[in-house]
């Protein structure tokens, strides 16, 4: 069985003057709704402002629920916040938290949306608005569910909002293996980053992928991976610049997915970064993650607690 976190909302229509492709969520809905039994449906709770003001600055979280969004910020963030947005941009962190507590009781869930890497304390960025990532893993530690969070971040772009919004945290550590010269230009700095030249192909990157993080989670010994499953290092993604094949994500997320397990880790999965023309199959991607993720905890020690 498939824990999978999902909620209405997420399925937006676009904004006008939007660029952002808003039809991959009810795409990777539907096909796991295809999956039939095999998928158990969660409906996450909107994250209460409270915890939204946790991790991202008062002001810009009331820009944001008052859909008054300055035009400066908007145009970073890459489309105008109507109250649609705002509505879903609560419901996404709500999804992660939820996907994140069902972990914790069952091994491994999934939210169908988030991955929300980019946004930052005051303005959201690079189609993110509020960090689910964050907001999620400061209020996981903060509520005492979990005492150490790592967040495992694998989309092609840094996790650079992730990474300054947990900077310092000493029950939060961040992970991003991105490509050294994608957005965005400044970095942050995670607790460890892992940036790769353009073209890396499939053999080369899970070596390093492995060589990475398995000695930070043995120093850092993680209760709760938070796994930002983006598809953008595939190489033909229109933002990537890695050489990724569909089986090389595969390897990718079963790699992440066996260390966890093996340390006895639980582990819950946002989307993130995924993009081209072909909605459909980038949704396919994203549906992709989640099952290999779900197919390596089938059958092992917490996963098997229902
Ligand atoms: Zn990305």
Redesign the pocket.
């Known amino acids: 069985m498939i824990r999978v976190v999902h909620h209405p909302s997420y399925v937006t229509e676009a904004p006008a003057r939007s660029t952002y492709r808003w039809g991959k969520n009810g795409a990777i809905r539907d096909l796991l709704r295809a999956r039939g039994d095999a998928v158990t449906w969660f409906e996450p709770e909107p994250m209460p402002r409270a915890w939204l003001e946790h991790a991202h600055d008062p002001d810009y979280v009331a820009q944001v629920l008052t859909a008054a969004v300055p035009p400066e910020k908007e145009r970073r963030i890459g489309f105008p916040i109507t109250a649609t947005v705002a509505r879903r941009a609560e419901f996404v962190p709500g999804g992660t938290y939820l996907a994140a507590r069902l972990a914790l009781d069952h091994g491994f869930a999934a939210n169908t949306a988030g991955g929300s890497h980019h946004a930052l304390a005051d303005t959201g960025a690079g189609y993110c608005i509020f960090n689910d990532l964050a907001i999620a893993a400061l209020r996981l530690v903060e509520e005492g569910a979990t005492p150490r969070v790592l967040i495992v971040d694998v989309?092609?772009?840094q996790g650079d909002g992730t990474a300054a919004l947990t900077a310092g945290h000493p029950q939060i550590a961040t992970y991003s293996i991105h490509a050294e010269k994608n957005f965005p230009v400044r970095k942050a700095r995670s607790t460890l980053d892992v940036p790769l030249a353009d073209g890396i192909g499939d053999e080369e990157y899970c070596t390093i992928l492995q060589g990475t993080l398995a000695p930070l989670m043995a120093e850092w010994q993680p209760t709760l991976i938070l796994y930002q499953g983006?598809v953008?290092p595939f190489a033909e993604d229109r933002?990537g610049r890695l050489a990724l094949s569909a089986g090389g994500l595969e390897r990718r997320d079963r790699l992440v997915a066996d260390m966890a397990i093996a340390a006895g880790v639980p582990l819950a999965s946002t989307v993130?970064?995924g993009y081209g023309d072909d909605v459909l199959a980038i949704a396919a991607r994203h549906v992709r993650v989640i099952e290999t993720l779900a197919a390596a905890f089938a059958g092992t020690g917490p996963g098997d607690r229902s």
């Open positions: 989309d092609v772009h983006g953008d933002l993130g970064g």
